[in-house]
């Protein structure tokens, strides 16, 4: 309970560290540093509001979000979500496609997914995906994830949606396509 309270109370010595453009608001100095930081992100992305400037080609951002935005524009924080969707798509048909059929790669599916929530809610306040420790295991995971389809037996793993357009009924998936 002290650690929420001094989130958004800080001490006396925190209070004086830093000043925000939320002058009634009282947060503790590190929370107080991310939020002008991403004010200054903000005020930055508006100069280059496409492609931004470019990696590393601005001042330090400590939020995933923010940092993806100003390096590089609208394009790579539409691409990035755009890649996170994919991820979130594929991990969730990989839960069912395994539903009673292989108990290992469903817990692993259940257990990557949950991960991938937990990182997308981590980055909103630190730069979650470009941590080493942090993207090393979770590309091995969404590698082995992605490739459920070709590790077991077709015979393993059958859609359970309706088929769309260019999809047989019971037919493997991979990334949303057919396998042959």
Do not use: C
């Amino acid at each position: 309970m002290d650690r929420i309270v001094y989130t958004f109370k800080g001490t006396e010595r925190s209070a004086s560290l830093f000043q925000t453009q939320m002058e009634e608001e009282e947060f503790d100095s590190s929370t107080k540093a991310r939020l002008k930081s991403w004010t200054e992100a903000w005020e930055g992305w508006k100069k280059y509001p496409i492609l931004g400037w470019g990696v590393t080609g601005y001042s330090f951002i400590d939020t995933q979000y923010m940092k993806v935005l100003v390096e590089t524009g609208a394009a790579g924080l539409i691409t990035f979500f755009m890649l996170a969707g994919s991820i979130f798509r594929h991990s969730r048909k990989m839960i069912y496609y395994t539903e009673g059929k292989d108990d290992f790669y469903h817990g692993i599916s259940i257990g990557f997914l949950a991960g991938f929530v937990g990182l997308l809610g981590h980055a909103l306040g630190t730069n979650t995906f470009i941590i080493i420790r942090i993207m090393e295991p979770f590309w091995l995971f969404a590698a082995i994830v992605i490739s459920i389809p070709r590790i077991l037996p077709d015979t393993q793993i059958t859609m359970n949606e309706k088929p769309g357009k260019n999809e047989k009924k019971n037919s493997p998936m991979l990334m949303g396509r057919v396998r042959a």
